[in-house]
Structure formats: C-alpha cells, structure tokens
C-alpha cells in the first residue's frame, strides 16, 4: 500500500461510563503493535494492557479497526467479556496511538521469487516508525531552525540536579540551575530548623520561636545566607520603617523547590542585632503547606508603603469660618452654614477612625456604595429624635433617648429578618415571625392565624400554629353555613407540627353543654363523653342550612396538657377548655345560644398526644363568608 496520510494516533474523551469501543483509523500489522492509554480528569495517565483491558480489532486493515474495552456483555464467549468492567470512567480520555518494536522482520532468501507484499510491508513498518518518532520529536522542547546550541548536555548526576531546574548557563547552553527562584522582593538562601532554641541556628539557618509557623513571633536569622555571604545587614534593615511600628515591612519564607509553600509574617518591631544572628518582631500572617527541617528556603522582604514622617507644612488656606488646626486636636467649627463633607469618588465611604486605648477602632462607616447606610461597629446612643430614611445598621447596643422615625411602610429586623417588623403608612405592625411576649407582657393577645373565609370552603386548617410559646389559645369565629345543609362545627385537634394529622388516638374527648332559646328559659343539657378526636358545637342542637354560627372557644394547656391526680383517680394528661356559640338550631325558629366545656385526657403522665394545630369542618355542607381568627396568650 501507499502510506498517503500521516495519522497515527487518535483521541477521544467519554460522556459516559459505558462507551467501550473506541476507534483507531491507521494501519498496523499486528494487535501488539498499539498503545492504548486512558488520561483522568485530573491528569493522570495509566497505559492499559492487551488482552487484560482491551482486544483489538481489524489489525492489517489499512483503514483501521476499535480497541474494545471488556466489560460482562453477558456472553462469555465474546472476545472483549469481562468479570470486571475495564471501560474509562466519564471525563476520562482514551488515546490509542501506533506503537512499533524498532525492528525488521523481513528476510529476503536468495533466488527466491520476490516478495512484494512483504516487501511493501517492510517499507510501510520503516514509514510507520518514522511517523512515530515525528510525533514524539512535535511533543519536544526544541531550538528554532535559524537558532543554534553547542550542548544540549548536561553532566549532573541524578542526586546533584535534584530539586533544581533547567536552565541556561551564560553562553546559552543547557544547564541545571540552582532551586526555584522565589518571586519578587529582595530575597536571601537560607536551610529552614525545627529548632525553637533563642540562639545562633548555624551559619544559613534560619528558625523560629515556635514549632507551628501560625503562633510564631520572633524569627532567628543566622548572619549568613546558605553560600556563606554576610547578610546581617540587609535583615537588621527589615525594621527602618519606624513611622509605623506595628507594620514595618512583610517577610515571605518560600520553600525552594515547592513554590506553594509559604509563610508570610508582618515586621512588627524593632530587629535585635544578637551574637552571630538577628532576632526579627513578627506578627502571623498566613501560610500554605508544610516545610520540614533542613528545608531550603528563601527569604524575601518588602518593606510597608509608609515611610519617614516629614516636616508640618504650612496651614493651607480655608473657605469655612473658624476653622482651626492644632498638633494635639483639630477642631471643624462654623458660626453659619453647613459643613460638608464631600466623597466624590465612585462608591468612596466615608469612614471614622480614633483609637481606644492602644487599639485602632472603625466607630463609624458611610456607606456611599449602599446609599449612605450608616454602620455602627459598637453601642450607639442617639440622645435626640432619630429619623433614618434607609437602613441602620448597628453591630452593638443601640439606646434611644427619644423616638425612633423611619420611612412609610419601613421595616426593623435583624440581618437574618431584615422585615421582623413591618410598619405600615398607617401604623399597623406586621410580624414575619410569631411574636413571643416576655412576662411583663402577659395577658395580651398576639393573632396567630386568621382567614377571610370564601364561599365553599371545605375546612379550615391551622399547623403548626400551637406550641410551648403560649399557654392558652383562643378561636373565635362566624361564618354562614351552607344553605339546605343542617350541621354541627367539628373542632379537631391536630398534631406533627407543618405536616400536620389530626389526632386519632391517645386520649378520651368528654364534653358537656347546657343551651337555651330566645323565647324559652329553660335549658337544655348535653353531654358526650369517650370521643375519639373531636369537639362538636353545639353538641346536642343542630344548626339550620344557610344561618349565621358565631362562636368563641378557649382552649386551655392545649399543647401538651397538664398533669393532674384528684382523688381516686390516677395521674392523667388534661387538655381543658370552654365555648360559647350563637345560632339558629332546627328545633325551633327562633335563635339560640350555649356555652360549654370539654376535657380531653390520656391514659397516663406521657406527653403524647402533642398538640401543634387544629382543624375546622361542618358535618354537612361547608364554610360560606365570614372570618375566623386564632390568638394566643399567657396565663
């Protein structure tokens, strides 16, 4: 065959785990003669094995076959079957590439008649192994053609180029380098010690005070750098920016031959010029990575911005009345107008800054990026009528010496709720959370729930509304029942908290109910007694299809009871509570009215059932129009 093209590798990444064939489109003359090799995500190549990873198809095809990957295709007799899955992962890329022995199989024997397939064979192996050679040579480091290197040799022995780099020596040959050069700044050789000890660490040494670099606070730096060269002088130099004492300048200790490990410290006093070393002030910075003992390393310096404070110049000139300057205080003063302040830049605060003590402090930040938000970084104590028209944010105890005024319809939170309070144009407070009332609150009625009732409606629920925050609730409701529909109100206690389900067990439901008419004074007297889950009003009247049912109800501990014991009874769980109602029952025209209770108990002391909601319904027909509203309050 001709050899017209010059492929002799072929790539492809997977979408999946469960591709296993992949395709190579060049000849070769033998399944060994292939190189398979699968690349991670990450970068991590594995060259896999013929007949254990793969089989390959179609060798002595001039266009090609597939490497197949073996799996458990469920045939055992197939070629690429496998116990164990060896496809590539997702992500991971496959790259089969030509791969000759550099050898010749072809032995002409005199006067035999002339071979030209394997004669031809021969030439297109000799093209093949050319072609993989190219494609290694393109993968090379390599000089241009106009360019020209004497030795590209270098003469160093394994143990002698360790850690150190490539390079190029002063006549531009190749050469090993001394270790990785460290980045920026002026910069000293030194062998890192473990050894904590205030004294000399050794001519090139350099330690520290303490064995974990993040609580180091002094370094120990021999004169010498690690080639033997004084430089006492340059690090004694570290501490010359004396106007800023706390931040004279930053040290970076860098690991020669791993760039991402590093320790960074803030000259932070005054250099100590010791016997044969210089002791450095640190104070932490950060740091990566781990260094070991007799590490090499280099440490670099860079001295802080600030620098030796100058000479007062002359007062400039001032466009504001009494303004006066002094060396201990500066006082801004007006008789007349304003005093402004003006950040031009785009988003520029306005900050303020004093010290407390020996301690810089930020009291005050402008934040012109947000508006103006003022943000207070301790107590705030406002003595006048404060008015905030955006948002105040204090980090500390805020006290008000009078009133507070913000926007129509603004908010007070916390950062976590931002809108805790919504007051509206009109002064109606809105909670985003159930409010809980301390005890000098209590007594006061906090609306838990409520509901503009709509024609229809089936059921009234409310979870996860009843809880340890109060002792007693109160519902109270009228609404008008479904024409042509006589009924009772069912009450139903609820439990599971925002996936509420109504109680179906765990405790005996008894009520009582004493009712009358508006033109009888007798009464009439109801009881029920074991119910299983359900408060009814009225209990023994029913009420007409289409009439107005108004009622009040307290429910009393109705969250997890109270334990109570009387005589010859046994300790028992009591849920308590009464109700009043008003409407028209069936069993005369006029209206009627009651008033009831109902006790609800377990068989012991336990908790269950824990009550957490209730649910509203008719025993026939549903809620049409009206409201119905739930409060809870302390005893």
Not at 608 to 629: D, E, H, R, V
Request: proline letters at 1%; one cysteine or more; charged letters at 15%.
């Amino acid at each position: 065959m001709t050899v017209s093209s010059t492929t002799n590798t072929n790539s492809q990444t997977t979408v999946n785990a469960t591709t296993h064939s992949f395709p190579y489109q060049f000849k070769i003359f033998a399944d060994g003669d292939l190189e398979v090799i699968v690349r991670s995500a990450a970068g991590t190549e594995t060259v896999k094995q013929l007949d254990t990873h793969y089989v390959v198809t179609n060798a002595g095809v001039d266009t090609g076959g597939n490497v197949l990957f073996k799996f458990n295709t469920g045939t055992s007799s197939d070629a690429h079957f496998s116990s164990t899955d060896r496809r590539p992962a997702s992500g991971e890329t496959v790259l089969i590439r030509r791969n000759l022995t550099l050898t010749q199989g072809t032995d002409y024997i005199e006067n035999d008649n002339f071979a030209s397939n394997s004669h031809e064979n021969a030439l297109d192996r000799l093209t093949f192994i050319t072609q993989s050679l190219e494609e290694e040579l393109n993968r090379s480091f390599k000089v241009s053609k106009t360019n020209t290197i004497a030795s590209a040799e270098f003469a160093d022995s394994a143990a002698t180029r360790a850690s150190k780099t490539l390079g190029f020596d002063s006549d531009g040959n190749l050469t090993t380098v001394a270790d990785f050069l460290p980045i920026g700044g002026d910069a000293a050789q030194f062998t890192y010690s473990t050894t904590t000890t205030d004294a000399d660490p050794g001519s090139g040494f350099i330690r520290f005070n303490h064995a974990t670099l993040a609580s180091a606070s002094i370094a120990y730096v021999d004169d010498n750098e690690i080639n033997g060269t004084d430089v006492s002088a340059w690090v004694l130099s570290f501490d010359d920016v004396s106007s800023s004492a706390s931040n004279r300048g930053r040290i970076r200790m860098s690991k020669s031959n791993t760039l991402d490990t590093w320790a960074v410290y803030k000259i932070s006093g005054a250099s100590t010029d010791a016997s044969g070393y210089v002791k450095l002030a640190l104070t932490y910075i950060d740091s990566a990575g781990t260094f070991a003992n007799n590490d090499k390393v280099f440490l670099s310096f860079v001295a802080t911005g600030a620098g030796e404070t100058g000479a007062t110049g002359a007062a400039g000139g001032s466009a504001a009345d009494d303004l006066s300057l002094g060396d201990a205080a500066v006082l801004i003063a007006t008789s007349a107008g304003n005093i402004t302040i003006d950040a031009q830049g785009s988003d520029t605060d306005i900050i303020f800054k004093g010290t407390d003590g020996s301690s810089d402090i930020t009291p005050l930040t402008l934040d012109m990026s947000d508006a103006g938000k003022a943000i207070f970084t301790g107590a705030a104590t406002i003595a006048g009528l404060a008015t905030v028209g955006g948002t105040l944010g204090v980090t500390g105890i805020t006290t008000l010496a009078n009133n507070l005024i913000i926007p129509n319809a603004g908010n007070i939170g916390s950062v976590g709720d931002t809108d805790a309070m919504a007051i509206a144009s009109n002064g109606v407070v809105t909670f985003s959370q159930q409010p809980v009332f301390s005890a000098g609150g209590a007594g006061g009625f906090v609306k838990l729930a409520h509901t503009n009732v709509s024609d229809n409606t089936a059921s009234i629920i409310y979870d996860n509304v009843i809880s340890s925050t109060y002792d007693n609730y109160v519902l109270i409701g009228s609404v008008v029942t479904t024409s042509e529909q006589n009924c009772r109100m069912q009450l139903i206690a609820r439990t599971g908290g925002a996936s509420g389900s109504d109680v179906s067990s765990g405790w005996a439901l008894g009520q009582g109910e004493w009712a009358n008419r508006q033109s009888a004074s007798a009464y009439q007297g109801y009881v029920r007694a074991n119910v299983a889950n359900n408060i009814v009003i009225p209990s023994g009247l029913v009420i007409y299809g289409g009439a107005v049912f108004t009622w009040r109800c307290e429910m009393m501990n109705f969250h997890t009871g109270l334990v109570s014991e009387v005589t010859n009874v046994t300790a028992r769980r009591k849920y308590q509570g009464n109700y009043s109602w008003t409407a028209q029952a069936t069993n005369a025209a006029d209206n009627h009215g009651g008033s009831g209770w109902f006790q609800a108990d377990t068989a012991g002391t336990g908790t269950a059932p824990i009550i957490t909601g209730i649910k509203l319904l008719f025993t026939a027909g549903q809620f049409n129009l009206g409201s119905i509203s739930l409060f809870g309050y302390a005893k």
